[in-house]
């Protein structure tokens, strides 16, 4: 069964400085791996899909890699915005119904 | 981006009746929809598996009398919690898979209070 750890679990940054959150999953077998943004009380916004046969893709100040060996995802966020203040989840597709298994997520604070 | 919208937003309801809500795809069609649930600073559980035309697919521990699923177009699916009780109250989010990528596109979510 996969299972998607998410580190730190909690992140407070102030604002302009990069970061990188970090997702690891047990099962390399995955067809793809999505990181998601959640506001509070709100659903998920997909951010980025990385293909398994994929390394990284890139959005805006976003930029996620994939290393299936490894089994590791990390998301980088560039010059932070306080707007960017989010709990941010990723998730790997597998199974026949490739459906997804999420990580706990990582609570982002951005400082002013 | 896609669209997925979902409806309720919120719900609140007495214990024992039952609540239905709807989760639709606006500018695609999925064949395939989730269901997931969402405690209060947890994660998502993935509840069930929604395939058109055919019966839900439900995770282990999921009671499929209690947690109805019909996904009966290729833009609709429903979850309709019924005789709803006061564990039941949670955050539910839907998700609809878009063409092969197996990108999913989520609901915004539809909060149950069950008083």
């Known amino acids: 069964k996969q299972e998607v750890t998410q580190i730190p679990a909690a992140l407070s940054v102030p604002e302009g400085e990069n970061l990188v959150l970090n997702c690891s999953f047990t099962?390399?077998?995955?067809?793809?791996l999505q990181w998601f943004r959640q506001d509070p009380g709100k659903g998920l916004t997909s951010l980025l899909l990385?293909?398994?046969?994929?390394r990284e893709q890139t959005s805006g100040r976003l930029n996620a890699s994939l290393d299936k060996s490894s089994g590791r995802s990390t998301l980088y966020i560039a010059a932070s915005q306080p707007g960017d203040s989010a709990t941010y989840l990723c998730?790997?597709?597998?199974?026949?119904?490739?459906?997804?298994?999420f990580g706990s997520g990582t609570q982002l604070t951005v400082l002013p | 981006g896609a669209v997925v919208s979902q409806h309720p937003s919120w719900v609140i309801c007495k214990s024992g009746t039952s609540v239905k809500i709807e989760c639709r795809s606006l500018d695609f069609q999925a064949t395939t929809m989730f269901w997931y649930r969402q405690f209060p600073k947890q994660s998502l559980m993935l509840m069930a598996t929604s395939n058109e035309g055919s019966k839900a697919t439900y995770e282990q521990g999921v009671e499929k009398d209690k947690f109805l699923i019909n996904h009966a177009s290729l833009t609709l699916s429903t979850l309709t919690v019924t005789s709803a009780h006061p564990e039941d109250s949670s955050f539910y989010i839907c998700s609809a898979v878009k063409g092969n990528t197996g990108e999913l596109f989520f609901g915004e979510g539809s909060r149950l209070t069950v008083l």
């Open positions: 099962d390399s077998a995955i067809y793809n």
């Open positions: 998730a790997s597709s597998s199974g026949s119904a490739r459906q997804l298994t």
């Open positions: 990385i293909q398994s046969s994929q």
